[in-house]
């Protein structure tokens, strides 16, 4: 039997046509993934290209965005017609606030009174509210037509007063038993004193004396010195044995938007003197007469002042004491007075402090106590320095009026001089002096 011999050669295998198949799956699928990338890629360029030109399209008519800008002249302006009006202008209805004007073109002294009918006025003129409207064109803006109404209708109102008068007041008193409640009407102000160009902004205030614990007031009537107000304020829990003991404090100011607002003048009227009959009422006239006129006969009072100067520490102490015989401000013969102090420094107010309101009092006891720090230390004097006093009256329903003033420092005049040059001659000490107030 014969043996074959082992191979010594490199070993031949026979070859696998599986894996020339796997490789070529591979590199299509490799191909098909790199054409639907292509393919995405292609479609989102033409979405954003189509996207692009149809902005592009839409903002086409406003700019560009190769489009240069171009100028166009304005257009002339052209009158707007009415189809339904016989003139060429479209009407405007009047302004709600401008008063109404008359039809005729030359200006009367007195126009003539015109409703809010449409009926003829006494004068035989027509209104605007009348089938023939005025034959001259109303101009298209409102402030035009508003000016133009301004001029032609002046209010009818009496000149300013010369004779140095404040005018009168009219008001209605009604007292109503069933309801324990007093009406106070206040109708109107006539001669106002026209204390600006165009007239005042007058109103009314009103409290009941002496509680002072009902207090009311009426609406501001723009620039004009004869206001209407026609205005019912109706005071609760007043029984009739109360009438005799009230009296009516009637105040009229103009009002300020900028500043306090400025007191024309008062009316007191007491009730004592009056007989109210239930549910009847009275119409009463008052002249207005001015709040500095109880002061003109009588003094204005006197302040008790302490002073203490420190020069170590730059201080300045200031005992406010007392007053005394200081004038009556209120209708019940009393007033509510208070302090009010300045430091000033070369003509400068650089402080200011204030004591409390003492009620319904002439001679007020303060006992208070304060102290101003003087600028310019340790070298600090009071050669440069003053202090001035206010004294006033406090008041809920008006602004707090001033009763008198004092000014104590190197520049004053008699006493306030005098006491000065003792507070600096003798540092240290509390040296205090009576004073007069002036106006």
């Known amino acids: 039997m014969k043996m074959l011999a082992p191979h010594d050669g490199p070993d031949i295998a026979p070859v696998d046509s599986s894996g020339e198949l796997h490789g070529a799956t591979f590199?299509?699928?490799?191909?098909?993934?790199?054409?639907?990338?292509?393919?995405?890629?292609?479609?989102?360029?033409?979405?954003?290209?189509?996207?692009?030109?149809?902005?592009?399209?839409?903002?086409?008519?406003?700019?560009?965005?190769?489009?240069?800008?171009?100028?166009?002249?304005?257009?002339r302006a052209t009158a707007v017609r009415s189809p339904g009006s016989a003139t060429h202008y479209l009407r405007k209805s009047p302004s709600p606030t401008a008063p109404t004007a008359p039809a005729t073109s030359p200006p009367h002294p007195h126009p003539p009174i015109t409703n809010h009918t449409g009926s003829k006025s006494p004068s035989g003129g027509t209104t605007p509210h009348s089938p023939t409207a005025p034959t001259e064109p109303t101009p298209l803006s409102k402030e035009l037509a508003d000016a133009n109404c301004t001029e032609k209708i002046k209010p009818v109102e009496p000149e300013p007063n010369n004779d140095g008068k404040l005018g009168d007041l009219h008001f209605k008193l009604r007292y109503e038993n069933e309801k324990s409640a007093l009406v106070v009407s206040v109708v109107s102000c006539q001669g106002l004193p026209g204390r600006e160009p165009a007239g005042p902004d007058p109103y009314v205030k009103l409290q009941l004396l002496p509680d002072k614990q009902h207090k009311v007031k009426t609406r501001v009537v723009r620039k004009t010195r004869c206001p209407v107000y026609d205005e019912d304020f109706t005071f609760y829990g007043i029984v009739p044995h109360q009438l005799a003991a009230i009296t009516l404090h009637f105040v009229v100011l103009s009002f300020d938007r900028y500043s306090r607002d400025e007191i024309i003048g008062e009316v007191v009227a007491p009730l004592s003197n009056l007989q109210l009959q239930s549910g009847e009422a009275m119409a009463l006239c008052r002249e207005?007469?001015?709040?500095?006129?109880?002061?003109?006969?009588?003094?204005?009072?006197?302040?008790?002042?302490?002073?203490?100067?420190?020069?170590?520490?730059?201080?300045?102490?200031?005992?406010?004491?007392?007053?005394?015989?200081?004038p009556k401000m209120d209708v019940t013969g009393l007033a509510d007075p208070y302090v009010k102090m300045y430091l000033l420094y070369n003509g400068q107010r650089i402080a200011k402090k204030k004591t409390h309101v003492k009620k319904r009092t002439l001679n007020p006891v303060f006992n208070e106590s304060f102290v101003f720090e003087v600028p310019a230390a340790p070298n600090a004097t009071l050669d440069h320095v003053s202090l001035e006093l206010l004294v006033l009256d406090w008041d809920r329903v008006t602004k707090n009026e001033v009763i008198g003033r004092l000014e104590l420092g190197a520049?004053?005049?008699?006493?306030?001089?005098?006491?000065?040059r003792e507070v600096q001659a003798a540092p240290r000490r509390q040296i205090a002096d009576w004073h007069k107030l002036k106006e």
């Open 288 to 326: 207005i007469q001015p709040r500095s006129l109880k002061m003109r006969s009588v003094g204005r009072g006197e302040v008790l002042v302490s002073l203490c100067w420190q020069p170590a520490a730059a201080r300045l102490t200031v005992v406010l004491l007392k007053a005394r015989n200081l």
């Open 411 to 420: 520049e004053g005049t008699g006493s306030a001089r005098h006491h000065w």
């Open 27 to 75: 590199w299509l699928l490799v191909c098909g993934a790199a054409a639907a990338v292509v393919t995405v890629l292609a479609a989102l360029a033409c979405w954003v290209t189509r996207r692009r030109n149809s902005l592009a399209h839409k903002l086409g008519s406003k700019r560009g965005p190769d489009k240069a800008l171009v100028f166009q002249p304005p257009r």
